[in-house]
């Protein structure tokens, strides 16, 4: 069974108000209601998951749940959780492939039949390419979903901060409509995000030059048409006449650092600016007593205002980070040193009691770039940076988490994640433990296996701190009852992979091993002792894996030690964990037989029984000879008790 997520209901109806119904969606409404089945065939920026959101809550009473898988995992009819009167959401949108059969099983009276008795629907995404590969006999409940009008959407976006009238005026305008039309639908939401806040701004901040003003019957209107569309364009044609008109190296330094530091006030501004002349090799700016401009001069400058508590105020929609996306083309040599000075303003606001406002301003700058170039040199510049301050590692995860969930650079960011987290790789404790901490929050939400590899990778890490981070952050996703089953699925793949070392094949498993709960008991144990009976192939397998590794891995006694006092809290403990020794250390076949499991785990015996604390209660001699008796029976020459085969500390080592 898979698992699933409700989704909230505000963010339905939020995505369902502000959705443009196509022309035809008359005709996927009828297929659904017809077929209980869906599949919702779109290229990106179709506004396809709004779709199946609006679909869903169109036929009424029912609750909204999105499938949570892995890209590339098949996923058959029946795998679906069964829950009455809910409507499924499953995303293919990033997948590559599907069996041929897919669309004539979703088309099949029988999965009509089965949504129908828990009365229920279904609503599949899926790219044209993906859809070509199963189409055969599904064309029943397949729908095209037209792109939508970007007009249209600005249109109903700003249905509900403006008049009719209003909205018609902007959206009338032959520019306006020359260029919207030609964007996609998430760039006409941001569209319409600048129409309503140029309408808002007061008719001081809205002017035309004065040899042009006289030429429009309504010169307001005709500059905020205008600003609009510098805003579409990233303000860049602006920006480059406003440096030629701006020599004055203090005056661009203090448009920079404005933007960087947009809403802190205006002296905070007026002080960083040295720091920054000086961080990008630019010259001393005098401001010795009352030389050289001053903030109400330097405002004037930028074309800014003072605002409330004299914070700086750009009165230009995005115009604080077209700023920033302009110094970084335009002065690509000093990237570095920029950013450099940039983590370090945050730095200094982290050291305060305020609000990581500057951490949080450079982090969306700096997703909002990776996107848009693909690179991810820049997020990992600041990730590396801020994952040495503890007071920025939060805003650190949350950007490389944001980072990886990313549906244009997420890929890239998972396979790096991956990278980083290989033995061997030279990275810094602190970022590792980032990178643990990353894995272990939203990302394992979405992602649950790429992020437990990634985690038992670095419990495996050489440097303690990372290691015992990636393992609160596993013990953390086990104490998640709908995980532990993908867990364990896990770690079972990954034992069985055999075109790897055996240290990366028992990584995971290691890991879960020394999982333990509130009493210091073995969280894997007690799950397999409480009837999970596929995990005890996997515990099995796994403690052969480990009692036969040479040399032993670290911790592993420990980890074995911790499984014999769980052992013996009680009878049917008893019994189960006898029976997993014997699995674990028996020979595989009559013709093979290795002994080197046996061997190791009759040195961890003996150093339990010898490391017994006293006044813990009597140590369970039973148990340990009942132990003994049965390691000794697979001996190809069998001792009786009272003659234990030595132990050769000096080849299994000591593994603390």
Same mark, same amino acid.
């Given at each position: 069974m898979l698992r699933e997520h409700l989704l909230p209901v505000d963010y339905i109806r939020d995505r369902v108000d502000s959705y443009i119904r196509p022309y035809d969606f008359d005709e996927a409404e009828a297929k659904l209601q017809a077929h209980r089945v869906l599949v919702l065939i779109a290229a990106p920026d179709h506004g396809r998951h709004d779709a199946a959101l609006t679909l869903l809550n169109n036929v009424g009473g029912l609750t909204l749940r999105e499938v949570e898988r892995e890209v590339g995992d098949t996923v058959s009819f029946d795998a679906i959780p069964h829950e009455q009167n809910s409507g499924w959401i499953l995303d293919l949108r990033e997948d590559q492939q599907v069996p041929e059969s897919y669309g004539r099983t979703l088309s099949s009276p029988s999965a009509a039949q089965k949504l129908e008795s828990y009365s229920s629907y =279904?609503?599949? /995404?899926?790219?044209? !390419?993906?859809? *070509?590969?199963?189409? /055969?006999? +599904?064309? @029943?409940i397949a729908y095209y979903l037209p792109k939508p009008d970007p007009i249209d959407i600005v249109r109903k976006q700003l249905a509900s901060s403006m008049t009719h009238d209003r909205s018609t005026a902007w959206l009338s305008d032959a520019r306006i409509k020359r260029q919207l039309s030609r964007e996609s639908p998430a760039r006409a939401v941001k569209w319409a995000n600048n129409i309503r806040e140029v309408e808002l701004l007061p008719e001081e901040a809205l002017s035309l030059p004065k040899e042009e003003s006289g030429a429009f019957s309504d010169p307001v209107y005709e500059a905020k048409i205008r600003m609009v569309l510098a805003a579409a364009g990233n303000w860049q044609s602006e920006l480059t006449d406003w440096y030629e008109k701006h020599q004055s190296c203090q005056e661009r330094d203090f448009l920079l650092a404005a933007a960087v530091l947009e809403q802190k006030p205006a002296g905070d501004v007026f002080t960083a600016v040295a720091t920054l002349s000086t961080a990008i090799n630019g010259p001393v700016h005098e401001a010795s007593g009352q030389q050289g401009p001053g903030i109400f001069q330097l405002v004037k400058a930028i074309d800014a205002g003072l605002g409330e508590s004299s914070r700086i105020q750009f009165r230009r929609p995005g115009y604080g980070d077209a700023v920033l996306d302009y110094f970084w083309v335009d002065r690509q040599h000093l990237q570095a040193k920029f950013l450099d000075w940039m983590c370090q303003q945050a730095l200094v606001e982290a050291s305060s009691s305020a609000d990581p406002m500057i951490a949080s301003r450079v982090a969306t700058y700096v997703l909002r770039w990776t996107k848009r170039t693909r690179s991810l040199e820049f997020l990992v510049q600041v990730s590396t940076s801020w994952a040495e301050h503890e007071t920025l590692t939060e805003v650190a995860a949350e950007l490389l988490t944001a980072a990886a969930l990313d549906g244009t650079v997420g890929k890239l960011v998972r396979d790096r994640l991956l990278d980083w987290t290989k033995p061997g790789r030279q990275h810094s404790p602190a970022f590792l433990r980032l990178i643990a901490t990353v894995c272990g929050g939203n990302f394992a939400r979405v992602h649950p296996k790429l992020a437990l590899l990634r985690l038992s990778n670095l419990t495996q890490n050489d440097d303690r701190a990372v290691a015992e981070a990636a393992q609160a952050e596993l013990t953390n996703l086990w104490q998640q009852p709908e995980l532990r089953k993908e867990i364990v699925a896990q770690a079972r793949v990954r034992l069985s992979t055999q075109d790897q070392s055996r240290g990366s094949r028992v990584a995971m498993f290691t890991a879960l091993a020394a999982l333990r709960n509130d009493k210091g008991l073995p969280s894997l144990f007690l799950y397999a002792l409480d009837g999970n009976s596929q995990t005890f192939e996997l515990i099995s397998t796994g403690w052969r894996e480990l009692l036969q590794t040479r040399p032993p891995i670290q911790d592993v006694e420990r980890t074995m030690c911790r499984w014999l006092d769980a052992g013996t809290e009680s009878s049917s403990a008893r019994e189960f964990l006898s029976r997993l020794l014997d699995t674990a250390t028996g020979p595989l076949t009559d013709e093979h037989d290795d002994a080197r499991a046996r061997i190791t785990l009759?040195? /961890? =015996?003996?150093?339990?029984?010898?490391?017994?604390? %006293?006044?813990? +209660? *009597? #140590?369970?001699? +039973?148990?340990? %000879?009942? !132990?003994?008796?049965?390691?000794?029976?697979?001996? !190809? #020459?069998?001792?009786?008790? *009272? !003659?234990?085969? @030595?132990?050769?500390?000096? %080849? /299994? +080592?000591?593994?603390?």
């Open positions: =279904l609503v599949v /995404i899926m790219p044209p !390419t993906l859809w *070509d590969q199963c189409s /055969i006999g +599904g064309s @029943p009759i040195a /961890i =015996l003996h150093r339990w029984k010898d490391g017994w604390p %006293e006044g813990r +209660g *009597d #140590f369970p001699a +039973g148990f340990f %000879e009942q !132990t003994m008796r049965q390691l000794l029976v697979h001996d !190809t #020459f069998r001792r009786p008790l *009272d !003659t234990l085969p @030595p132990v050769n500390m000096s %080849e /299994i +080592g000591r593994a603390c």
